[in-house]
């Protein structure tokens, strides 16, 4: 499976933006997409992720309802939207794909990243 972000750009804070991870085949429902994200200097950070097969998304701590996941099949895309958008939001945004059966994110398919930036 090949994984594209995009949707990225530059926004003010307070503003929104919606990111695409559109996969290159149809998912499988076995698998989980996951959102990440890494800003300049840190490590790596859990945005959210949704099994594609059913199920509610599930969201890093920092999120607190300004992001939401969702999925559409026939597109085989899933979706970040970002609202209230922070300074601190800034990072080059990844999507990932993995099977739910226990490997690993770093086992799974990644897309290239997409960058978002946040002015205040």
């Known amino acids: 499976v090949q994984l594209q972000a995009s949707g990225g750009g530059l926004v003010q804070a307070g503003g929104s933006l919606r990111l695409s991870c559109a996969a290159s085949e149809r998912i499988s429902n076995t698998y989980i997409i996951g959102w990440f994200r890494q800003a300049p200097g840190k490590e790596r950070e859990f945005v959210g992720l949704?099994?594609?097969?059913?199920?509610?998304?599930v969201y890093g701590d920092f999120v607190k309802g300004r992001f939401t996941i969702s999925r559409d099949s026939a597109k085989n895309t899933v979706y970040l939207q970002m609202n209230t958008l922070k300074p601190e939001d800034t990072a080059v945004y990844y999507c990932?794909?993995?099977?739910?059966?226990?490997?690993?994110?770093?086992?799974?398919?990644w897309g290239q990243g997409t960058l978002v930036t946040v002015s205040s």
């Open positions: 990932a794909a993995k099977s739910s059966g226990g490997t690993a994110w770093s086992g799974g398919y």
């Open positions: 949704v099994r594609w097969s059913f199920g509610l998304p």
